[in-house]
């Protein structure tokens, strides 16, 4: 949810935009860290990956507080904030092994979908993934759920939905840059 306000804010390329999802973010951890200080400094709630995101983004929102200049370039923020994020994993992975089991997951699934670009001997899943994929949500759609939402013409909508949404954003990010670049050529002349 915080990555997908993050994605809006973005796409939104307005200060005003960065403020409101700076000011979110900020209560957000206010509200995180005085859940830790009742908690008595719970070290799950210190390390979790959740509060890791909100900090990266609200590093990248407080490094660049306005939009670039080239809307179409919206997403080296995001990329940005994704670099903290792993950079701070990172330096937390020596102590904090609360969320380890996300990357066992991950590998595990990942055998399972691609097991010939897995050349090393096949390793079973750890406990925690056995865990995990003991509940079917970790599960991969089944064929037969597609085929029978295909006479609905959900998909066809779906997809005629997404590209509608796909064109307008193009459509908002090369009217903005072109407008931007006819204002300043109009500035020159006046």
Same mark, same amino acid.
């Given at each position: 949810?915080?990555?997908?306000?993050?994605?809006?804010?973005?796409?939104?390329?307005?200060?005003?935009?960065? =403020?409101?999802?700076?000011?979110? #973010?900020?209560?957000? $951890?206010?509200?995180?860290?005085?859940?830790? $200080?009742?908690?008595?400094?719970?070290?799950? #709630? #210190?390390?979790?990956?959740?509060?890791? =995101?909100?900090?990266?983004? $609200?590093?990248?929102?407080?490094?660049?507080?306005?939009?670039?200049?080239?809307?179409?370039?919206?997403?080296?923020?995001?990329?940005?904030?994704?670099? $903290?994020?792993?950079?701070?994993?990172?330096?937390?992975?020596?102590? !904090?092994?609360?969320?380890?089991?996300?990357? =066992?997951?991950?590998?595990? @699934?990942?055998?399972?979908?691609?097991?010939?670009?897995?050349?090393?001997?096949?390793? =079973?899943?750890?406990?925690? !993934?056995?865990?995990?994929?003991?509940?079917?949500?970790?599960?991969?759609?089944?064929?037969?759920?597609?085929?029978?939402?295909?006479?609905?013409?959900?998909?066809?909508?779906?997809?005629?939905? !997404?590209?509608?949404? !796909?064109?307008?954003?193009?459509?908002?990010?090369?009217?903005?840059?072109?407008?931007?670049?006819? #204002? @300043?050529?109009?500035?020159?002349?006046?």
């Amino acid at each position: 949810q915080v990555a997908a306000l993050f994605l809006c804010t973005l796409l939104a390329h307005s200060a005003g935009a960065r =403020e409101v999802c700076a000011e979110v #973010l900020r209560s957000h $951890l206010l509200c995180a860290g005085l859940c830790m $200080l009742l908690l008595f400094g719970n070290e799950l #709630l #210190l390390h979790h990956m959740l509060l890791t =995101e909100c900090l990266a983004i $609200l590093a990248t929102l407080r490094w660049r507080p306005r939009p670039g200049r080239w809307r179409a370039l919206w997403w080296l923020d995001g990329l940005v904030a994704v670099g $903290l994020f792993a950079a701070i994993r990172l330096v937390q992975s020596r102590w !904090a092994t609360a969320d380890e089991h996300v990357g =066992e997951i991950f590998v595990a @699934k990942m055998r399972q979908l691609f097991p010939s670009y897995f050349i090393s001997k096949q390793v =079973e899943p750890t406990f925690n !993934a056995r865990l995990y994929f003991a509940v079917s949500i970790f599960d991969f759609i089944d064929w037969r759920t597609i085929e029978s939402a295909l006479p609905t013409k959900l998909y066809h909508f779906a997809g005629v939905g !997404a590209g509608l949404m !796909a064109a307008a954003f193009v459509a908002n990010v090369l009217a903005s840059t072109c407008c931007r670049e006819h #204002l @300043k050529v109009r500035r020159e002349d006046g």
